[in-house]
């Protein structure tokens, strides 16, 4: 079998639309050979790439319109922000665009027509995506039964993190918390309501959902909010570490115990340290996994309203 003629080099670099290939003198027929993948309609790419949603949008961005960019929960994906991975198990783009541009209608595409005001667009490298603040406000149409509160309220939490850096630093975090209860205003009379609410629930300094789920069941649950990885000492002022949740008047500790504890030895063993020094200066920890609390989460308060009392 003859092999396949070589394609120019630049195709083989970058995802390329069947007319930019026509216009460098590539046979339409060439674009049928196994080694060129078709992720999108009138969209081809020859080498293997990880399939994320950085990946999908760069394959995608060949049929991206003038006034069109990336939104809500494609959006979220790549500022970071955190989302349940069964809301989209399909793994289709959110692509929108401002009246009177209209969104795309394609396969693999979710199209958003949305009017004038309250959405501004940033580059994220090569592509145009909603700001972090318009995003967070555009999570609110997928709150239903795999999107709930706390996980809007999760978002909302890691687009105000400051993350630390390689040098111990603080990087800076996407938003603020005044930009974000700000930005509330800017919604939809719908959605106003329940994203003032998020607004409000929201933290600086939650490092993950679940640990945002877990105060939001505690203080649901009718208990004190906790302080959000706040740092615990002993009777005599040495630092022992952060906490997850802090009740300090309690001498309470609640900590979310997920994955990375069992899959990475050096985050257990750290953690264990920091723990074994909690509780040798008379501190209470209680360790929360996931199945108490997304299965349990009524056991989960009893356990911590024993505690405090």
Request: hydrophobic share 40%; net charge positive; with cysteine.
């Amino acid at each position: 079998m003859p092999l396949a003629t070589p394609l120019p080099l630049d195709l083989r670099r970058i995802p390329f639309s069947t007319r930019m290939a026509i216009d460098r003198g590539v046979r339409e027929g060439r674009l049928r050979a196994s080694d060129v993948a078709h992720p999108f309609h009138g969209v081809q790419r020859v080498a293997q790439v990880p399939d994320d949603v950085q990946s999908r949008c760069l394959d995608y961005l060949p049929r991206m319109r003038e006034g069109q960019f990336f939104s809500h929960l494609t959006a979220a994906e790549l500022w970071g922000l955190p989302v349940p991975r069964l809301v989209r198990p399909g793994g289709e783009l959110d692509v929108a665009a401002v009246r009177p541009t209209r969104a795309p209608r394609t396969r693999g595409v979710i199209g958003h027509d949305l009017t004038a005001g309250g959405v501004r667009v940033q580059m994220l490298g090569p592509l145009p995506v909603a700001d972090v603040l318009s995003t967070w406000v555009q999570l609110r149409s997928l709150v239903g039964p795999r999107f709930d509160f706390a996980d809007l309220v999760a978002a909302g939490d890691a687009a105000v993190l400051r993350r630390p850096r390689a040098d111990r630093t603080l990087a800076p975090a996407l938003t603020t918390l005044d930009e974000l209860r700000a930005r509330v205003s800017t919604a939809d009379r719908r959605g106003r309501v329940l994203l003032g609410q998020a607004a409000e629930a929201v933290r600086e300094g939650a490092e993950s959902a679940p640990e945002t789920r877990l105060r939001l069941v505690l203080i649901d649950g009718g208990l004190p909010e906790p302080l959000v990885n706040a740092d615990v000492y002993d009777e005599f002022g040495l630092f022992l570490g952060r906490g997850d949740l802090v009740y300090p008047d309690s001498c309470l500790v609640v900590e979310y115990d997920g994955d990375d504890h069992r899959t990475s030895v050096a985050r257990y063993e750290r953690d264990q340290t920091r723990i074994d020094a909690f509780r040798e200066a008379r501190w209470h920890v209680i360790r929360i996994r996931a199945q108490a609390l997304y299965k349990r989460p009524a056991w989960v308060v009893q356990r911590v309203r024993r505690a405090l009392r």
